[in-house]
Every structure is written in structure tokens, then in C-alpha cells.
């Protein structure tokens, strides 16, 4: 029986093998962003796991560049923090947007109105189109 725990996202049992060894299941590697180590506390009652992060994430290489970009522009202390602020806060509203249209464009693939739409299913860059071969790549 599993504890009250804030901030849980999703549960299972996991079974460990006579080697001692267990699985993590694939919507969890995939939801951390796992690579191929995690860091493991032994706490008093479970083993915490937790992501080694090795390698930077697009989001944080973005975030680097504003922040090299604003600061090579001289400005002041109160007028760095503001721009940077302001910078980020633009560039996170740009990735929201993102995600929101594409989210649209996933819901409107079903829609009998195709004008205008993104025909999009996941697997187009794999195939042609017109016959269902695979594609070739460039």
C-alpha cells in the first residue's frame, strides 16, 4: 500500500529480479529525460533515485544564449535583471504558444475543415505521402 506522497505523478509496483536488479518503466525514463545514470539515496524508509543530467537541454542552451546575448549589450544591474527577465518571460510564452498550436493542430486532424490545418501524424517524415513508401532521406 502506497503512502499519501505530494507531488506524485504516477504509481507502480516494480518487481526486482533474484539479481537485484529492476526496470524502470519507459514513461518514467521518458518523462525525466533519463540518459544512462541516476544518483540513489538511501533514505530511512525507500531509495530515492534521481536523474544525473550530463547533457543540457535545448531549453537551458536558449536560456544560456539570452543570458550571454543581453549581457554583452552593457547594460546596467537593475537594467540587465529587467531585460533578462523580460527576455526569458518572452521566450517562455513563445514555447507555450508552441505547444498550444501544435496541441490544436493534433485535435484538428479530425475535423472535416481542413483549410489551413497541419497534417500531421507523427509519422510523415518517415513516409511519402502519396504511396506510403518510406521516404528518402536527404
Known amino acids: ?17 533474484s539479481k537485484r536488479q529492476l526496470t524502470i518503466p519507459k514513461s518514467y525514463f521518458d518523462a525525466l529525460n533519463l540518459e544512462d545514470e541516476v544518483q ?41 535583471a529587467m531585460e533578462l527577465t523580460r527576455r526569458i518571460n518572452e521566450y517562455n510564452r513563445l514555447l507555450a504558444d508552441r505547444v498550444h498550436e501544435f496541441k490544436e493542430d493534433m485535435a484538428d486532424l479530425g475535423s472535416d475543415d481542413d483549410k489551413g490545418d497541419l497534417d500531421f501524424n507523427g509519422l510523415d517524415v518517415f513516409f511519402n505521402e502519396e504511396n506510403g513508401e518510406a521516404s528518402q532521406s536527404t
Open 1 to 17: 500500500m502506497m503512502n499519501k506522497l505530494t507531488g506524485v505523478n504516477e504509481y507502480r509496483d516494480i518487481k526486482i529480479t
Open 40 to 80: 540513489a539515496y538511501l533514505l530511512d524508509d525507500g531509495i530515492f533515485l534521481k536523474p544525473v543530467r550530463t547533457k543540457e537541454t535545448l531549453q537551458e542552451k536558449d536560456i544560456q544564449s539570452i543570458v550571454r546575448k543581453t549581457l554583452a549589450e552593457g547594460l546596467s544591474e537593475e537594467e540587465l
